[in-house]
């Protein structure tokens, strides 16, 4: 049995010209001209869907399918557009929370939060500060502190009864 040591080929130099070894696996490109090839080939698939390629198998489908029945179908033409305008209408109302990508930092100034910090920093609005944005209204906290305060108090003081449950309340019957 012999080596394969014999025949060894010469490296080749990159497809681009950057200066690097390329490799035959990557079409004879270096590791980061290919990496970059591809991303580039995913961008321009994602922004030219139409010229995917087409179907391969196509199925006929019968016109007594496609038709559909009168007592199947019931539209509702009195107020199409009402439906439409209030979509419309509530969809900008919708607020969007800025969410923290990265816990080790401060929300605010991004300066860097200690791994120990980060659990005593947390606020109740799930974001992360340093020392000097920890509490509420140093970072303008959108978390309702009150409403949360008014539920705790309605949990630990239960309301009593209006009505009496008897003894010495009662009227007396004459």
């Known amino acids: 049995m012999e080596k394969n040591s014999d025949s060894k080929v010469p490296p080749e130099l990159c497809a681009n010209n950057c200066g690097f070894y390329g490799n035959p696996i990557t079409n004879s490109m270096c590791s980061k001209c290919f990496k970059e090839k591809e991303s580039e080939d995913a961008k321009l ?19 007594s399918s496609i038709q559909p029945r009168d007592r199947d179908v019931q539209l509702d033409l009195k107020h199409p557009l009402n439906d439409v305008d209030d979509a419309v209408v509530k969809a900008p109302h919708s607020s969007v929370k800025k969410t923290q990508t990265n816990k080790g930092r401060c929300f605010v100034c991004k300066s ?38 008014r539920k705790e108090l309605e949990k630990k003081n239960p309301k009593i009864n209006d009505q009496p449950k008897g ?5 007396r019957i004459l």
Do not use: M, W, Y
């Not at 698939?45 to 016109?63: F, K, L, M, T, Y």
């Not at 860097?112 to 920890?134: A, S």
């Not at 509490?135 to 009150?146: G, T, Y």
């Open 112 to 149: 860097k939060v200690l791994l120990v910090k980060q659990t005593t920093n947390r606020c109740r609005c799930d974001k992360v500060f340093c020392d000097t944005h920890k509490f509420p209204d140093q970072h303008n906290c959108d978390f309702d502190f009150i409403l949360r305060d």
């Open 45 to 63: 698939e994602a922004s030219n869907p139409s010229q995917s390629r087409p179907c391969d198998h196509v199925h006929s489908i019968g016109v």
């Open 167 to 171: 003894g010495r309340t009662f009227n």
